[in-house]
């Protein structure tokens, strides 16, 4: 066993934790950067069409209606002095990042290219306008590259591919985490002052997702474990264009760019839906529209999926409808889209500029987790009582900002803006603070649980267990959910916990790169998620956002403008914790706008 | 169809596996359009959980996942069985050191990239009105190929040159410094082209173009080195990307 120190430790490195340990570093902190994956392989680098903040470099823009079409589009549950600081920082953040050197596409003026994107508009929601500032379809992958340039600029210390199993507290503080040097296979304790958690989603616990293979909500699980709540879990975005089967994402920005959603029977079904803004809905809206859809028998030659089309003369032909002007050619979707294309020429043979392309829904983006304030600082009840020297940023916080649903561009905005006040709150926070002493052996309750599965001789491979779970959750806490599928699901999952403990089989018994037991390892994370998923959805008895209730379809303002905050029951961390982990609806919804402002008051969402 | 995998393995911690030696699997069931990194998910998740190698993104951003397949450079996930056969060897990346089957130790790798600079610098006064420096789309189109970059290292790794001589800083890391040579926002020209210029630099190239086709992100690798190498010659980034090459002119695979 190693043991480091360092003032601030931040877990995970994608565009939050690279920002966040970038901004307290600057701000003079010792920082060390622990991340399982390299840096480069983070998930923010896949996030495509754009990064929203109100520059009206195209056209008039105010945050005000960037606050507004992330409240709205959040059904009414983002914290809105919370969504007013995502939209007000938005504009300097993506400046910033123009003067790390971000390669942003150009206006023909030489400023940041900006295109549309599902639920932004003007003027509170009456007409799309070009918000999403891009570098092609590539802008997380830009700022993923970015940031880590930047951080070698800065020296900020790196530990690559050490996979955090566990935070550490101690009187009443977080004051360290403790790693698994991947390589070696060897322990290491990690003592600090703060630590920062960045380690993103938890899409593989669907089967159907657009999230890496990495994204099995580790950070989540871990701090869930140490007595941190999980706030608004039942909030898990369905992402309406990932390509068939695979659930890879087709970004919004193909819509941005005057693409199509079509049915079996050829129609433009979304003019039903929302016929303002038709396929620039918000994303939960696309994607149970699809889902009734196919419902209908409207499906593509009768099967679960729709196409999006994006060719020329399809486009063309509803911009005329519409009397706009605009017209676009095969040589604009070459340019705008380049990758889009050639995920779809590679993985199902079909060319988007000349034929259409086959979708459906994919898990994407956790609203939930780890609940924070606006300064990533955790919270560990409804009063919002800070856990001193714990900070979470980017995907795996709740802030909550996204509400019952994230309008695309926001999640690149929220891991800059709320990374970097991270970063600062850190800086500001270690300078003041002591070293909190470790507590004896912090490392021995997990590293317990790790050769407990590393010499697990049962009959069942996690693959398997992992494969059960994602199909239980699409089907029973997916686009659409009911009290007896989600109960259904519940009792799966509850089975595989049991099972991932009595019946695991482990082919590697080896301590290097030992990806067996940390896939493992990750599984036992999934599972706890998904439970805390589950029980969250049944007990939410509204359809809000994301989570669409067949039994409550009604949004119910009066019973539900509230967080929902799970505790996991008592239990080692190893454990099979027994019965439902505790809920507590009492945390209300931030309405500061709509104090102060009627437009922001909850209404009838429509698009 | 039915998929026969040989694959390339080493496990420095058991005795008997701790020498390079060669591993037969199958698959059966396999779909034409199935990408390689699954049916390899399929052998370590149904056959033999020892199998090791990385992974994340699983198509074609994150460059976790190159690897050698039927003797060629390529992303796991962004090679179909179509494109292979039912017959499919698989092994590390070429030029690094392996650690276990087909993980590679990518510090050398990494330490070569950070050595160019990669980087933005410019440290003259931000715009007075606190928005964004300008550049006109042409000067923002010139660098554009190398942006792509996603450091799977499937081009250092195809190289010759670098076979040769680990110390070459290799194909990846000169379009990372090609990215920064081309901004024209950018202003540590001199002192990049210097670190380009020493004798593990862009001269190592002897043009081979292997490092083209590896590329899973279709940059035309051989031509942004050639590029660099006149900016050198000419000391100026100037007048030197005439036409940029389109999105396409380099087809990978």
Partial sequence: MKTHQYEAIVVGAGGAGLMAALYASKGGAKVAVVSKLYPTRSHTGTAQGGIGAALGNLEEDNPLWHAFDTVKGGDYLADQNAAKVLAENAVDAVIELEHMGLPFDRTPDGRISQRRFGGHTSNFGEKPVRRACHAADRTGHMILQTLYQQCIKNNVTFFDEYHVVDVIMNQGACVGVIAVALGTGEIHVFHSKAVLFATGGWGRIWNVTSNAHSLTGDGAAVAYRRGVPMQDMEFYQFHPTGIYKLGILITEGVRGEGGVLINGRGERFMEKYAPRIKDLASRDVVSRAIYLEIRDGNGVKGKDYVYLDVTPNTVNRYLAEAGETRRITAEDVEKKLPDILDFCRVYLGVDPVKEPMPIQPTAHYAMGGIPTNIDAEVTLDAAGTVLPGMYAAGEVACVSVHGANRLGTNSLVDLVVFGRRGGMAMAEYVKNADYVPLPANPEREVEAELERIRHSAGKTRPGELRQTMQKVMMDGVGVFREEKGIRYALDCVRDLRERFHNDLLIDDRGHKFNTDLMEAWELGALLELAESTAVSALNRTESRGAHAREDYQQRDDENWLVHTLCYRPEGGIGEVTLGDPALNTDKRVDMSLAAVDERFAPKVRAY | ?253
Avoid at chain 2, 120 to 147: C, H, I, M, W
Avoid at chain 2, 150 to 174: E, H, K, M, Q, R
Wanted: charged share 25%; hydrophobic share 35%.
């Fill in chain 2, 1 to 253: 169809m039915e998929v026969t995998f040989r694959i390339r393995r080493f496990n420095p911690e058991v005795q008997g596996k701790n020498k390079p030696y060669w591993q037969t699997f199958t698959v059966t069931d396999v779909d034409e359009t199935d990408r390689v990194l699954e049916l390899l998910h399929r052998i370590k998740w149904e056959q033999d959980g020892t199998l090791t190698l990385r992974r994340a993104c699983a198509h074609g951003i994150c460059g976790s996942d190159a690897m050698r397949i039927n003797g060629k450079n390529a992303l796991a996930c962004k090679v179909l069985a179509r494109d292979v056969g039912n017959k499919i060897q698989v092994e590390p990346i070429l030029g690094l050191p392996v650690l276990k089957d087909l993980v590679v130790d990518m510090e050398p790798f990494f330490a070569h990239y950070r050595q160019v600079m990669p980087y933005f610098v410019n440290d003259t006064p931000l715009p007075a009105d606190g928005r964004e420096r300008l550049q006109s789309q042409e000067d923002r189109e010139k660098f554009d190929d190398t942006t792509k970059c996603i450091l799977c290292a499937a081009c250092t790794t195809s190289c010759p040159s670098f076979w040769a001589n680990g110390d070459y800083v290799g194909p990846a890391a000169i379009v990372q410094a090609h990215r920064f040579v081309f901004d024209s926002r950018d202003q540590a020209l001199e002192e990049r082209l210097d670190v380009l210029a020493e004798p593990n630099g862009v001269w190592r190239c002897r043009t081979i173009y292997n490092c083209t086709p590896a590329c899973p992100r279709g940059i035309s690798v051989t031509r942004a080195i050639g590029e660099v190498k006149l900016a050198i010659q000419r000391n100026t980034r100037d007048g030197i990307i005439l036409n940029p090459p389109e999105h396409g002119d380099n087809v990978p695979g």
